[in-house]
């Protein structure tokens, strides 16, 4: 019988008359049910059955309550189980890849930092290039620069993170934004920024490295074995 | 290696147990000194039947609840075999140091 089965069945079960009120066990299982429901939902699918079952016969008779050092565990495991690392561990690989993308997000304050080192420069030979370039546009271009870093740094460490964790869209997604930071940096050298931005240009330039060498990690062999095995359920994976 | 996850694996080195069991086992293998919680317990299963140490032996439906039995892998014995081994070595050194200390002091 699956866990889905035996759950449907011991639903039917617990299950209270329309007359009666219903038992402290019942009482007891759904407020069980909900604590669990912290949990993944592939653990909930493969194991939530079981656990409820070592719940109930560890409870008290006539208990209808989960006891505070319960309520703590199952909310701390659930917590463990969701933020600490994947199922399994992953590969030498997407470990690196991970390493690498977190320098990633450190070298956007890197890259903030030199931006507004170098602005006068910048600005000054932006102008010379561009003679209809105001002081006005240049603000509004440095305001945006430092609004919009919060966003690729973040979005180094999420996917740091969710790749960290054997997430196979987010393999995808690095894949995708890679591809378009490809094309900035491609359209960053037609615009001639190697001419008015060297040092920016320098710290674009180690991103996107950075970038190509965590999409050949991500995409080895043995990352994508460890990618396959995550995204399958406890008991495909030899459980 | 866990003290939790060194017990989870001694209760399953003798045949295997349901989650229930596996509490009460390790509770009497610690002399009373471990009480593994439901949720402490499933995510140390979890977590060794990815790392392929543990795996399911069997289900069983008992009282309409899905009932599953766990046995250890023969990763999972080499790995409680170390561990042991290790332990032991650990405190046949600590017991070695302490006798001429005892000695002394008498």
């Not at chain 1, 910048?122 to 102008?127: E, G, H």
């Not at chain 1, 240049?138 to 870093?149: K, M, P, Q, T, Y």
């Not at chain 2, 032991?88 to 006798?99: C, D, G, P, V, Y």
Request: proline residues 6%.
């Amino acid at each position: 019988m699956s866990a889905r089965a035996a759950r449907s069945t011991a639903s039917a079960r617990n299950a209270p008359a329309e007359t009666t009120p219903p038992e402290p066990h019942a009482i007891l299982e759904r407020r069980y049910r909900r604590l669990l429901a912290c949990y993944p939902r592939f653990f909930r699918c493969d194991s939530e059955d079981e656990i409820l079952a070592v719940l109930m016969a560890c409870a008290r008779p006539g208990q209808r309550w989960p006891g505070p050092a319960d309520c703590a565990d199952l909310l701390g495991s659930a917590v463990r189980m969701r933020l600490g690392p994947g199922r399994s561990s992953p590969p030498r690989a997407v470990t690196r890849a991970v390493r690498l993308m977190r320098v990633g997000a450190a070298t956007e304050i890197a890259g903030l930092v030199i931006a507004l080192a170098t602005a006068s420069s910048v600005q000054s030979a932006l102008v010379r290039q561009h003679v209809t370039f105001l002081n006005g546009h240049w603000h509004n271009l440095l305001l945006l620069i430092e609004l919009a870093v919060p966003i690729p740094f973040g979005l180094w460490l999420w996917l740091a993170w969710a790749n960290g964790r054997g997430h196979r869209w987010a393999r995808s997604a690095f894949a995708g934004v890679f591809g378009m930071y490809t094309l900035i940096v491609l359209g960053k050298l037609a615009a001639g920024a190697a001419s008015y931005a060297p040092a920016d240009l320098l710290v674009v330039g180690v991103q996107w490295l950075i970038g190509l060498a965590v999409v050949l990690l991500l995409f080895s062999r043995s990352a994508g074995t460890f990618y396959r095995h995550q995204s399958m359920p406890p008991a495909a994976r030899g459980g | 290696m866990q003290e939790a996850t060194f017990l989870i694996l001694t209760a399953l080195a003798s045949g295997s147990q349901h989650g229930y069991g596996i509490i009460a086992d390790v509770r009497e293998i610690s002399g009373g000194d471990v009480h593994l919680r439901p949720g402490t317990l499933y995510t140390a299963l979890e977590r060794l039947r990815a790392d392929g140490l543990i795996a399911v032996d069997r289900e069983a439906v008992v009282d309409s609840r899905l009932r599953r039995y766990y046995r250890l892998t023969p990763a999972g014995s080499e790995r409680l075999t170390a561990e042991a081994t290790r332990l032991r070595a650990n405190a046949a050194t600590a017991l070695m140091r302490l006798s001429p200390a005892r000695g002394a002091a008498t």
